[in-house]
């Protein structure tokens, strides 16, 4: 069962930049699809961004060309790099990971963490 914990979410100005992070355990995460989701108060959790074994990259229409997505089979670590960020962009943030093909249902993950929260400021 794979373990996913969290980081690198703070307080930022809107335009700015933050990278998260997402640790994993096991042996086995470079076979493993890696999602960023969601989750802003009052709303249900939402997909952001994917990252295939390969290496394909997938993002939500509403973070497309501001936060790019990436891994590190070696440090079985993912990251999210987030630039421009906007006060919609406030959210608690979770990796999760995905035994076969990419979806974007948050449904088809697991292992999910305890999340790091993203607050932008206007």
């Known amino acids: 069962q794979v373990q996913l914990v969290e980081s690198g979410g703070g307080l930022v100005q809107a335009g700015g930049s933050l990278r998260l992070s997402c640790a994993a355990s096991?042996?086995?995460?470079?076979?493993?699809?890696m999602g960023w989701f969601r989750q802003a108060p009052g709303k249900e959790r939402e997909f952001v961004a994917a990252?295939?074994?390969?290496?394909?990259?997938y993002y939500s229409d509403s973070v497309k060309g501001r936060f790019t997505v990436s891994r590190d089979n070696a440090e079985n670590t993912v990251y999210l790099q987030m630039n421009s960020l906007k006060p919609e962009d406030t959210a608690v943030y979770f990796c999760?990971?995905?035994?076969?093909?990419?979806?974007?249902?948050?449904?088809?993950?697991?292992?999910w963490g305890r999340g790091t929260q993203v607050t932008v400021s206007s």
């Open positions: 999760a990971a995905r035994g076969s093909a990419y979806t974007r249902d948050a449904n088809g993950y697991r292992g």
């Open positions: 990252i295939s074994t390969g290496g394909t990259t």
């Open positions: 096991g042996r086995t995460f470079s076979t493993y699809v």
